[in-house]
Nanobody, 126 residues
């Protein structure tokens, strides 16, 4: 069983930065696509960013391009989301996700990802 555990969320002000972490365990992730979704109350889950674990190709939603950076640390099986220039529209629960399929062009559908973390709350105040 693949397990994903997020951390790093919190309450910040507009313009601040946060780095989310996702500790992954259960198997090798060399052939996986991993990423982040977010969800606001009353909305559907929204794609944020993804990468191919082995190749390192990255994909971003238009709303976060230039502000967020997805990365991984192979030795620790940890996925990161560096979030800069945060604004209130970024407020959401952020979920770490994983799929055993390589999505070479990225995949924006939550249905494409088999494994999900529990989520971590990010709140950005004005």
């Amino acid at each position: 069983q693949v397990q994903l555990v997020e951390s790093g969320g919190g309450l910040v002000q507009t313009g601040d930065s946060l780095r989310l972490s996702c500790a992954a365990s259960g198997r090798t992730f060399s052939s996986y696509t991993m990423g982040w979704f977010r969800q606001c109350p009353g909305t559907e889950r929204e794609f944020v960013a993804a990468l191919n674990w082995s190749g390192g190709s990255t994909y971003y939603a238009d709303s976060v391009k230039g502000r967020f950076t997805i990365s991984r640390e192979n030795a620790k099986n940890t996925l990161y989301l560096q979030m800069n220039s945060l604004n209130p529209e970024d407020t959401a629960v952020y979920y770490c996700v994983a799929s055993p399929v390589r999505y070479y062009g990225g995949n924006y559908s939550p249905r494409a990802y088999r494994y999900w973390g529990q989520g971590t709350q990010v709140t950005v105040s004005s």
